[in-house]
């Protein structure tokens, strides 16, 4: 998930921190949106196209889509990397996939690439079941990816790479892209500190602790996980792991020696408070801060 510079763990630290801190309330909103239903309608009110996730369809019903005006495209860019003994390895993945389709659906005539499923995780490779990119790779991965949207007829690519390591490589390389790519537009929503913000209001608003919401694996993902996915979440082993506050000392130590330094169980924070309605709402806030960033973003 992250990169070797202390500077950027921390931003990722304080990535999940304030996704946490988001998630957190008691206060109760309004369920979930019910996707296939908006799928649903967004399909019969427009046109032909009855699903927005490219590895779910053929190539005659993309092209098809791309001619009715879908010319934009999601990509989510995860990890596969310890979360703790309670959530699966694709937490950064599932919770990212499922981000951009919701983006996708919210934008309109947009379609979804396949999400990235493996990120730079190097601090994590201490536990099993770790596996991580070099910043090369993720490099090479993404120019592949932008390369391959544009040849197939995409004018609009958006990125969303929602784990803390992905971060400065996807946001360097779509500079790079960008570049090469004139008549496109390349966006991707890659300012952690933008992030940071947006969950730290809402954090305050649900009056959760940043220590316990957590870096990694605490109460926001662990909620978030339990949204998408109750029966991948283990939840007779939720235990704190590091609860104290992550700063340059604490994201110094994870980036030097790995995150096994600072938590024996993998956890940045404490998943004890977690729950579904939680989760819920965190998933609603991050995805309308990532369509406010698109829009900033597009021409
Ligand atoms: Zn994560």
Redesign the pocket.
Known sequence: ?KRESSHTLGRYLCY?IVISLNICTTQTLRSQPNISNDEERQSKAVDSVKRIRMAEMTWPDIKSAIEQGYMTVVVAAG?TEQ?GPHLPTM??TRIGDELAHRVALKLGHTLQAITISVGCSRHHLAFPGTISLRDATLRMITLDYIDSLARGGFNRIIFLPL?GGNFPVIQQTLKEAQTAHQGIEIIGVTDVTKLFDCLNAASAEFGIKANESGA??GES?TSIMMALEKNLVIKDRFAPGFVGLTGEKEFKIIGEQGTQALTKNGVLGDPRKASADKGEIYLDRLTEFLIQEIKKQSH
Do not use: F, R
């Open positions: 998930m999940a990890s979360h937490t950064d784990h990694h694996a993902e």
